[in-house]
């Protein structure tokens, strides 16, 4: 009995290490929204409920009460999924947000509670900021680890349609342990994107963790019924396709996304979003 509770708990947890870690060194801040996903995470520069992930800036823009729920299963391997929650509330100041992330399972998780802000500076204009709470979970004699983290970003609407963004994770460096001084990974991101004629949208980005290779990105939504968007992407570093469906109706809008890996397979993405006038 011991024996199999000890191959239930290693193997999901030597696969993360060995496989995915190294794959996804530039991606421990789990990227969130199903939209996002369908684009290959090339969202920096849109303001949008999971901007409390991809650039607190974008929070700024959002002018109602919103809330959403994100689920992705990694490679479709049950101890590799993802749940996620957020919500914005507009304020006189600027927007407020909260964000919620539980990645793993019960014998290995990592948690991530995030507290936002974005401010518009101008009409054209916004920053914002975010602390995180980062907490990982490993079962037997390894226990619990908590972290502080900051993230922040800006964005720019310069003129109609086009969008710039850049956003940095981790700039302070946090150190995870003394041990081999080991730190929370540093991130940057930049990207521009273009909405034509109000129905087809592209977006480049580049990421880059300091001590990784750099992953360009590029992606492309286009409305081809009213309220319906088909979307793809690809990304480099490794090298992973994606595409994806999204439906808006009133304050209601539902996403549903895949990414392709050429060698782990298939991770599909769920997220649902309500906002409030």
Aim: aromatic letters at 16%; proline letters at 4%; a positive charge.
């Amino acid at each position: 009995m011991l024996k199999s509770h000890f191959k239930k708990f290693t193997f999901p947890l030597f696969i993360y290490c060995i496989l995915i870690l190294p794959l996804n060194a530039a991606n421990d801040n789990y990227t969130l929204g199903s939209r996002s996903a369908g684009l290959a995470n090339a969202t920096v520069m849109l303001p949008h409920l999971w901007s409390v992930h991809h650039n607190q800036a974008g929070l700024a823009f959002l002018d109602k009460i919103s809330l959403g729920f994100h689920h992705e299963n990694k490679f479709i391997v049950p101890q590799f999924s993802l749940k996620s929650f957020a919500a914005v509330i507009p304020t006189k100041p600027g927007t407020m947000g909260f964000s919620y992330s539980y990645f793993g399972y019960s014998q290995y998780h990592e948690t991530k509670i995030g507290l936002s802000f974005g401010k518009a500076l101008g009409k054209s204009f916004a920053a914002g900021i975010q602390l995180d709470y980062l907490h990982t979970f490993i079962a037997e004699e390894y226990g619990n680890q908590g972290n502080l983290a900051v993230e922040a970003g800006i964005l720019a609407m310069p003129f109609k349609n086009l969008f710039i963004g850049a956003h940095v994770f981790n700039p302070t460096r946090t150190k995870i342990s003394s041990y081999n001084e080991e730190r929370v990974p540093t991130i940057i991101r930049a990207g521009i994107g273009y909405k034509f004629a109000g129905k087809i949208f592209f977006a480049i980005e580049t990421e880059k963790e300091l001590e990784s290779r750099p992953i360009y990105k590029s992606g492309i939504e286009f409305m081809f019924l009213e309220n319906f968007f088909v979307r793809t992407g690809i990304s480099t570093n490794p090298t992973q396709n994606t595409f994806g469906i999204g439906y808006s109706y009133k304050g209601i809008k539902a996403d549903l996304a895949f990414t392709l890996h050429q060698q782990l397979g298939l991770t599909p993405h769920f997220s649902l979003m309500f906002s409030f006038k």
